[in-house]
């Protein structure tokens, strides 16, 4: 087989590795050829302010979109607790003079027998393999072409929100991938040989799942900045909230069917995901949050029997059910860096 696994270029060199020492040979002739004797530095430069959010104008969005991110985590921590079996991502306002921390999210993982439980659900899912597989492959890596289609997002037009996008996508692995070992919850192929994935296994923890977080917190976030740049009495946000809420949901339980979570870490994955675009609306806004929760424990039907996920199940009690939402609301402080982001994305939907 001509060029075995190089492909065929010549040496082992990429064409592009050959393209790029071309080019600069190119410029080493071309500048010597124009150049001339050095006369010192003669154009005038703009140096940036000390510290300020515009600077971010200046960078390419990977180091812009690292630094906004960077400014997100501040003040965020974990704590568990042995004796409940709970863990808590809790908060601090470090530009207060009084430093508290406030918990954000507090989650209770389901039992193992609750999760056993879980595996008749899993593979009645099972069912929809064959009608779901191109959905679950592509939806694989962060669908951003699946929000593209709902919201009409375009690479060219929108390029500020793909970077908020980008940002709560890196929040939501950053702490779910920390719940997930803090839980250490078994995947359903563990428990049973009889699930067989169709997709690979993830090698971390099921609970919660992290699709599902993702998908929900993209869907709060686009709705949120959809919301704030509309004008009048129409609200765009609000007019897509269905169908984003839909996609999440349908993103989430893909992930059931193909037999790698149960449907209670999508509905974990639900509460996590609305509690992080919140957290990170607030961050770019003002605004405040409410302190949101999920016991596992409870979720299960009065009879003992699993219960299945359910995006229209109300996530804004204050007690006495899986999903808590508390009354009292508190600020988060202020991250200039993602304002001036936030601002620029506004602006792309005007």
Not at 4 to 17: F, L, R, T
Not at 144 to 168: A, I, N
């Amino acid at each position: 087989m001509s060029g075995g696994v190089s492909g065929g270029v010549s040496g082992g060199v990429s064409q592009v590795a050959i393209n790029a020492i071309g080019n600069a040979e190119a410029l080493i002739l071309s500048r010597a050829a124009i150049v001339g004797p050095y006369n010192g530095p003669v154009l005038h430069a703009t140096e940036p302010g000390f510290d300020k959010p515009a600077n971010l104008a200046l960078w390419g969005e990977g180091p812009r979109v690292q630094a906004c991110f960077t400014e997100l985590l501040e003040g965020l921590l974990f704590k568990t607790n042995n004796g409940s079996k709970q863990a808590t991502l809790e908060f601090a306002n470090l530009q207060a003079s009084n430093i508290q921390r406030k918990a954000l999210v507090r989650l209770r993982a389901p039992s193992k027998a609750q999760f056993k439980k879980q595996l008749e659900l899993v593979a009645a899912y099972a069912d929809l393999r064959m009608d779901r597989s191109a959905e679950i492959l592509a939806q694989m890596k962060p669908p951003v072409e699946f929000w593209s289609s709902v919201v009409g997002l375009q690479p060219h037009r929108h390029k500020k929100t793909l970077e908020l996008m980008d940002l709560v996508f890196q929040l939501c692995v950053h702490v779910e991938m920390r719940f997930k070992q803090i839980f250490a919850s078994i995947r359903p192929m563990v428990f049973s040989p009889q699930i067989q994935p169709v997709i690979p296994t993830p090698g971390h923890g099921s609970w919660p799942s992290g699709h599902a977080t993702e998908a929900f917190a993209v869907a709060e976030l686009l709705e949120a900045l959809l919301n704030a740049a509309s004008t009048g009495t129409t609200h765009n946000g609000s007019e897509s909230r269905e169908q984003l809420q839909r996609l999440a949901a349908r993103i989430a339980t893909n992930r059931v069917v193909a037999g790698v979570h149960y449907p209670v870490d999508s509905a974990c994955g639900r509460l996590l995901g609305t509690a992080l675009a919140e957290f990170l609306v607030a961050r770019a806004t003002g605004k405040r949050v409410h302190e949101r929760g999920f016991d596992g424990r409870l979720f299960e039907n009065a009879d003992g029997t699993p219960m299945d996920f359910n995006l229209h199940a109300p996530m804004d009690q204050t007690h006495g059910s899986a999903y808590t939402r508390a009354a009292a609301s508190t600020g988060v402080g202020n991250a200039p860096l993602l304002a001036w982001l936030w601002e620029g994305a506004l602006k792309e939907w005007a």
